[in-house]
């Protein structure tokens, strides 16, 4: 009887772990990206301000290293480093996010340290291996500076100011997104902006999982997973952990967005993987506990190439990386 029982309990958890494994197969199914809008509305004088500090190196330590320095808007927002040099040739912890499309991350950097692009903006002025400098002593370099004085003035009643200068970045970079890519007019109902390979590339990208943690209009970027689920990855860097200090969070990071993954090389937060095609690798090996090969995984990197969106305009009259 004992027997019995045993095998009914065993036959029924089965029963209802594959029930919930349907039902997870369909929920993924049912989950449709969205194409990212085509302009962002902001106050001009704003993104003006913003875009003129972003490429200053006015506000790093010794006034070599601005935000272009590090997020290059003539390419893809990022660099093209496994770790990028800060003040006096410092490597930096990470690989550099890409800063396009950032304003649809749930949170920013790699360990989700910053709320939004506010929260984000002035931190990298203070830390010891990016612009190394001190919010005080960057405040006060543009407040000695008539030009700056005049333009934080006609925008913002109390000046020059830690919130506004966060401020004033942030809505800049709200700005920089990379709409129209050939995916996203897929989405509007151009079902020939895509080739019949990143079609099927899409189709296991759903069905394969990949889904599940890069979904949303940023394909990524709207939560945390753990890197390393099956197996161990061998990061050094500790993530979520770092933060909160609570176990369950070592090796946690942001999910990163794929948009213009084709021209963010190198990949993961330290850079690891070269080509599109290693990340993949990476990521269905580690977190999804699979293999991919030959044709599925020319697929799916072809659907990953259609992510790639145009620069805005904004950006158009910027040549190379500054400083």
Known sequence: MYRALKGTLMRHTIYKIGMLVCMMHTLLWSVELMPLPLKVEADPKKVALGKKLFLDPILSKDKTLSCMSCHDLSFNGAGTEKLTKGIDGKLGYFNVPTVYNAVYNFRQFWDGRAKDLRDQALQPIENPVEMGNTLQ?????????????????????????PKNLADAIATFESVLITPNAPFDRYLRGDKNAISARAKEGYKLFKEKGCIACHNGINVGGNLYNKFGIYGDPKSKELGRYMITHKEEDKYVFKVP????????????????????????NIMVKYQLGRRLYGKELRDIVSFLQSLRGELPEIVKDINGSAQ
């Not at 002593?137 to 100011?161: E, H, M, S």
């Not at 967005?257 to 993949?280: C, F, Q, W």
């Open 137 to 161: 002593k960057a405040l006060q370099d543009l407040k000695d500076n008539k030009a700056y004085v005049k333009r934080f003035n006609a925008i913002y009643k109390d000046g020059i100011t």
């Open 257 to 280: 967005s794929l948009r213009n993954i084709s021209i963010t090389a190198p990949y993961m937060h330290d850079g690891r993987a070269g080509t599109v095609k290693e990340a993949v």
